[in-house]
T-cell receptor, first 116, second 116 residues
């Protein structure tokens, strides 16, 4: 999984609780992404960031929040507003955002979130 | 609308036989196509990409993919399957010319099972 570290590997959330998933990369990549993976649905983009202090909503941002205060870190918070948070969450990074279509995205090992 | 389809949920093949995992796409503009592999409880690993040029693309672990513009397909192939190839395979597409960033649209995934 290259230079992207996600923690924890497993996480449990109680009703009404916010939880934060960590993503750190040492690849010196500008762009970072969060995806949600559900069985049979492939990956869906939650948020992405092309540069420090900037981020944009993806396709399923409701109930999630992010920050990008440092280049190497892009934490994802699953808020209590996300009513169906059980899923496998994947963080990725690439050299640049924008129109660099040839850039490969590198993925972390993922965090599996379950609701108690 | 941009989309990627992987028509088979699962592909079964005997070890030593050739394998094909199918992918079709629908995009406006030039397609930029990727294949990723995911082993259980892990992140995605990049296999290969098509940007432009030769329609037959060679990638990691002996995999290759054939781009067919008229059939809008990008099937993944390997001449001789290994049991260790058993995993979940994702096709993804990114089009050029769109504003913003390196967003990937993923297919739902195809589970490859290679039997001894």
């Amino acid at each position: 999984d290259g230079g992207i570290t996600q923690s924890p590997k497993y996480l449990f959330r109680k009703e009404g609780q916010n939880v934060t998933l960590s993503c750190e990369q040492n690849l010196n990549h500008d762009a970072m992404y969060w995806y949600r993976q559900d069985p049979g649905q492939g990956l869906r983009l939650i948020y992405y960031s092309q540069i420090v202090n900037d981020f944009q909503k993806g396709d399923i941002a409701e109930g999630y929040s992010v920050s990008r205060e440092k280049k190497e870190s892009f934490p994802l918070t699953v808020t209590s507003a996300q009513k169906n948070p059980t899923a496998f969450y994947l963080c990725a990074s690439s050299r640049a955002g924008g129109d660099r279509v040839m850039d490969i995205q590198y993925f972390g090992a993922g965090t599996r979130l379950s609701v108690l | 609308a941009q989309s990627v389809a992987q028509p088979e949920d699962q592909v079964n093949v005997a070890e030593g036989n050739p394998l094909t995992v199918k992918c079709t796409y629908s995009v406006s503009g030039n397609p930029y196509l990727f294949w990723y592999v995911q082993y259980p409880n892990r992140g995605l690993q990049f296999l290969l990409k098509y940007i432009t040029g030769d329609n037959l693309v060679k990638g990691s672990y002996g995999f290759e993919a054939e781009f067919n513009k008229s059939q809008t397909s990008f099937h993944l192939k390997k001449p001789s399957a290994l049991v260790s190839d058993s995993a979940l395979y994702f096709c993804a597409v990114r089009t050029s010319g769109a504003s913003g960033y390196n967003k990937l649209i993923f297919g739902a995934g195809t589970r490859l099972a290679v039997h001894p």
